[in-house]
């Protein structure tokens, strides 16, 4: 899916196009905004960057940590195509943090669309919003070689360079 098809599809399930009040967005009512009624939730993520795993089923855990300095730690994390990893998401900073996994163009398009919609929440599979001090996981199955980026789209975060890259080695 485009970058374009996925805007207008993430504004017409958030209710932007069909006229829900921009209270039910500013109050961060976002997890509806990904599902599509009779179609898959996921249906807006790129085939590319696999999908959601079983948590019985994970090969190992990743733990990974969120700072107000507007980095994840790591930044950059080697897996194997097929490999299911448990991420342990911590948010050691005083600020609000998510981590996103996604291909870089959707996720550089939804941190723009965070900037007009800031209360916005996720609950998908390959996202997690954690609270200062929080903690939070994400169980997810890498299918092919290549690329899959992660993110925080809490406006100004991606900006300011809050990203990493799992490199999805055969």
Do not use: Y
Not at 124 to 153: H, K, Q, Y
């Amino acid at each position: 899916m485009n970058v374009k098809t996925f805007a207008f599809s993430f504004l017409l399930s958030c209710g932007v196009v069909l006229g829900t009040t921009d209270s039910a967005i500013a109050n961060g009512d976002h997890a509806r905004g990904h599902k599509d009624d009779g179609m898959n939730e996921h249906a807006h993520m790129s085939q590319n960057i696999g999908r959601p795993g079983k948590a019985t089923s994970h090969t190992r855990v990743v733990k990974i940590d969120m700072t107000d300095n507007m980095r994840f730690s790591p930044a950059d994390i080697k897996v194997k195509a097929g490999e299911t990893v448990r991420f342990v998401v911590t948010n050691t900073g005083k600020i609000r943090h998510e981590m996103v996994i996604g291909a870089a163009a959707e996720l550089k398009e939804h941190s723009e669309l965070m900037k007009k919609f800031p209360r916005m929440e996720h609950s998908e599979p390959n996202m997690v919003t954690v609270a200062p001090g929080g903690s939070s996981e994400i169980v997810w199955t890498f299918a092919r070689a290549g690329r899959v980026d992660f993110a925080c789209l809490q406006p100004g975060h991606f900006d300011a360079g809050m990203r990493g890259v799992v490199a999805v080695n055969k």
